[in-house]
């Protein structure tokens, strides 16, 4: 089962551009790495997802280095309503058609104006 | 909208009662996905059923069970409900059994369960 690791809490100011590092050592190599937005009371959103190099969409970009053993979320000139709980998510591709998606603790940003 | 329905929005009940969650995922969508999420435990997976099969099970206790019917829709049921379990529970669904490369789980808004 894959696991990931990611810091508990990251500050940043208003405008800057801010990155979250996700550890995901155990990576299998089916896995795709995926990234969700958590507001208070509601339900995880989908940011961007990839494989490997970089994804860029209009809200975010994820860079995954060739071991693919960590990835990068870059949220670009961050306003206070990104401030969010960030999961960085692997899917555990057991072969076997079944998949357990396992959401870590995830990373609590907090934007200061 | 996620397209993902989940009823009741809240529920108020007493230790030892049994209580049971609905989902109705996003039309199309085969998979359904069951988390808890605790203040103190983050966003736990329960269960995964794709097109009426369970296919997956995480951190489910024995006195929780579910399913998911012929339409698709899945119930989550509660039993012997303890201060513990008061948490939110989410429902999510997607499209394939999987999505580590299908691209994303669609979340409802939550059921949030209060235990006296």
């Known amino acids: 089962l894959a696991k990931t690791t990611q810091p508990i809490s990251m500050d940043s100011y208003e405008g800057q551009e801010v990155n979250i590092t996700c550890s995901h050592n155990?990576?299998?190599?089916?896995?795709?790495i995926t990234w969700y937005q958590q507001f208070p009371s509601q339900g995880p959103r989908f940011i961007i997802q990839?494989?490997?190099t970089k994804v860029t969409n209009e809200v975010a970009s994820l860079f995954i280095p060739a071991d693919r053993k960590s990835s990068t979320l870059s949220l670009p000139r961050v306003s206070l309503s990104d401030t969010a709980v960030y999961y960085c998510l692997v899917g555990d591709g057991s072969g076997a058609g079944s998949y357990q998606l396992t959401f870590g603790k995830g990373t609590k940003l907090s934007v200061i104006p | 909208d996620s397209g993902v329905t989940q009823t009741p929005k809240h529920l108020i009940t007493a230790t030892g009662q049994r209580v049971t969650l609905r989902c109705s995922p996003r039309s199309g969508d085969l998979s359904v996905y069951w988390y808890q999420q605790s203040l103190d435990q983050g966003l736990q997976f329960l269960i995964q059923?794709?097109?009426?099969?369970?296919?997956a099970k995480g951190n489910i206790l024995e006195r929780f069970s579910a399913q998911q019917f012929p339409d698709l829709h899945s119930e989550l049921n509660l039993s012997s409900l303890e201060l513990g379990d008061s948490a939110l529970y989410f429902c999510?669904?997607?499209?394939?059994?999987?999505?580590?490369?299908?691209?994303?789980?669609?979340f409802g808004e939550g059921s949030r369960l209060t235990v006296l």
């Open positions: 999510a669904s997607s499209a394939r059994r999987g999505v580590s490369n299908t691209g994303e789980l669609f």
């Open positions: 990839g494989y490997k």
């Open positions: 059923y794709y097109n009426g099969e369970e296919r």
């Open positions: 155990n990576i299998a190599t089916n896995d795709y």
